[in-house]
């Protein structure tokens, strides 16, 4: 689904050649840095960097890999990246098996004031509260949120920020599909919306990489209307790739007022049942 060669290849098509110092050529056909730039400006042999962007060469050391991040503009969050795909072949990490502790399902239905969802590296959602359904308008734990997004146009309004959101949602299945490679489940996902969205298919072979652990997220709710929350995404320990995620209001603000209405939605206005589901 992901490998170094096709990494290396979009990572410097989007280098400005000025920011490290080439000047303007009006004869310039590639976009961003020529291989042998790159080559040069992070002192490797032009033959080994061709062997890298075609998957030839062997296991590129620690210093190789820092010097390309460096030319390359790298964060960290892609520096990371960067070094899974380049270990892919020593060492491929086995997919987990996404199944929540009962305990852990306690700790969910004490949060009552926010949505929270557990969400696996795929991005399904394992088991989410009361108000979580109530948000979604829809059983949380038979949901992903990359299918909601890219697939389901009716359910597109209540992202505020759509693009955004997608620009997320592609940043983080891109980071997973370079440490599960060998993960059936998420190569079908991402064949399935590769297939139904254009969008989509854009967004992935930009092969950008994006780690959000929190920030702010709106939703338009079809019920009580604007509500802009803060998500603040949890790890839970000894449950490889499985988050708890929170949504909750600022304090007094309108979006809090949003969610306590929404939680004294009876079953006739639409009260979603939420359950877990505790298999991948």
Request: glycine residues 8%; contains cysteine.
């Given at each position: 689904?992901?490998?170094?060669?096709?990494?290396?290849?979009?990572?410097?098509?989007?280098?400005?050649?000025?920011?490290?110092?080439?000047?303007?050529?009006?004869?310039?056909?590639?976009?961003?840095?020529?291989?042998?730039?790159v080559?040069?400006?992070s002192?490797?042999?032009?033959?080994?960097?061709?062997?890298?962007?075609?998957?030839?060469?062997?296991?590129?050391?620690?210093?190789?890999?820092?010097?390309?991040a460096?030319?390359?503009?790298?964060?960290?969050?892609?520096?990371?990246?960067?070094?899974?795909?380049?270990?892919?072949?020593?060492?491929?990490?086995?997919?987990?098996?996404?199944?929540?502790?009962?305990?852990?399902?306690?700790?969910?239905?004490?949060?009552?004031?926010?949505?929270?969802?557990?969400?696996?590296?795929?991005?399904?959602?394992?088991?989410?509260?009361?108000?979580?359904?109530?948000?979604?308008?829809?059983?949380?734990?038979?949901?992903?949120?990359?299918?909601?997004?890219?697939?389901?146009?009716?359910?597109?309004?209540?992202?505020?920020?759509?693009?955004?959101?997608?620009?997320?949602?592609?940043?983080?299945?891109?980071?997973?599909?370079?440490?599960?490679?060998?993960?059936?489940?998420?190569?079908?996902?991402?064949?399935?919306?590769?297939?139904?969205?254009?969008?989509f298919?854009?967004?992935?072979?930009?092969?950008?990489?994006?780690a959000?652990?929190?920030g702010?997220?709106?939703?338009?709710?079809?019920?009580?209307?604007?509500?802009?929350?803060?998500q603040?995404?949890?790890?839970?320990?000894?449950?490889?790739?499985?988050?708890?995620?929170?949504?909750?209001?600022?304090?007094?603000?309108?979006?809090?007022?949003?969610?306590?209405?929404?939680?004294?939605?009876?079953?006739?206005?639409?009260?979603?049942?939420?359950?877990?589901?505790?298999?991948?």
């Amino acid at each position: 689904m992901d490998d170094l060669a096709s990494y290396l290849r979009t990572r410097r098509s989007r280098v400005d050649p000025a920011s490290v110092g080439i000047p303007a050529d009006r004869r310039r056909r590639v976009e961003g840095l020529r291989r042998e730039e790159v080559a040069h400006l992070s002192g490797v042999s032009v033959d080994y960097y061709v062997r890298l962007e075609q998957g030839r060469a062997t296991q590129p050391s620690e210093q190789v890999l820092d010097a390309l991040a460096r030319v390359l503009s790298l964060d960290e969050t892609e520096l990371g990246h960067l070094y899974r795909l380049a270990r892919q072949r020593r060492r491929r990490a086995k997919a987990p098996v996404g199944r929540v502790r009962p305990e852990v399902l306690r700790v969910l239905d004490l949060i009552v004031d926010a949505p929270a969802l557990i969400m696996d590296h795929r991005l399904d959602v394992l088991a989410g509260n009361r108000l979580a359904g109530l948000l979604f308008g829809r059983p949380p734990s038979k949901m992903n949120t990359a299918r909601h997004l890219f697939l389901d146009e009716a359910e597109r309004g209540l992202y505020a920020e759509w693009e955004q959101c997608t620009l997320d949602v592609v940043g983080h299945l891109r980071l997973a599909a370079g440490k599960y490679p060998d993960d059936p489940g998420l190569a079908s996902l991402i064949g399935e919306l590769a297939m139904g969205s254009e969008r989509f298919r854009r967004l992935w072979a930009r092969a950008d990489v994006r780690a959000r652990t929190h920030g702010r997220k709106v939703y338009r709710h079809p019920l009580v209307g604007l509500l802009e929350l803060h998500q603040e995404n949890f790890a839970l320990p000894d449950e490889s790739s499985l988050e708890l995620l929170v949504l909750s209001p600022a304090p007094g603000s309108p979006a809090e007022d949003g969610l306590r209405l929404l939680a004294g939605l009876s079953a006739d206005t639409g009260e979603a049942h939420v359950g877990p589901l505790c298999q991948s």
